[in-house]
């Protein structure tokens, strides 16, 4: 996510529009206070991340990234059974 005072803004419009039409959010800033958000028509966060990530996005001092997929992380397969998992912990724990 891009940060720009609102004189740069100004002075190159264009060029901002052009960033968010290909998908890119814009912070815009009075004095490197955030006053508004560019994005496309309709795009929103779809996640609301963490209050202070949030806080410093807004202050342009980070950048939220990209949500994950979750076709990009297939389940992995269970290696132990709950009943076998038990079993190990109660013989490596003892009477504790």
């Not at 290909?22 to 996640?47: C, F, H, M, S, Y």
């Given at each position: 996510?891009?940060?720009?005072?609102?004189?740069?803004?100004?002075?190159?419009?264009?060029?901002?529009?052009?960033?968010?039409?290909?998908?890119?959010?814009?912070?815009?800033?009075?004095?490197?206070?955030?006053?508004?958000?560019?994005?496309?028509?309709?795009?929103?966060?779809?996640?609301?991340?963490?209050?202070?990530?949030?806080?410093?996005?807004?202050?342009?001092?980070?950048?939220?990234?990209?949500?994950?997929?979750?076709?990009?992380?297939p389940r992995l397969p269970r290696l132990l059974s709950k009943g076998?998992?038990?079993?190990?912990?109660?013989?490596?724990?003892g009477d504790r």
């Amino acid at each position: 996510m891009k940060a720009v005072e609102i004189r740069g803004l100004k002075n190159r419009l264009s060029e901002y529009l052009r960033l968010v039409r290909n998908g890119e959010e814009i912070l815009v800033t009075d004095r490197g206070e955030v006053v508004a958000e560019l994005r496309q028509p309709g795009k929103a966060l779809t996640e609301t991340p963490h209050p202070g990530l949030m806080k410093l996005a807004r202050l342009g001092r980070a950048r939220l990234g990209a949500g994950n997929r979750a076709d990009l992380y297939p389940r992995l397969p269970r290696l132990l059974s709950k009943g076998e998992l038990a079993g190990l912990i109660a013989k490596n724990c003892g009477d504790r």
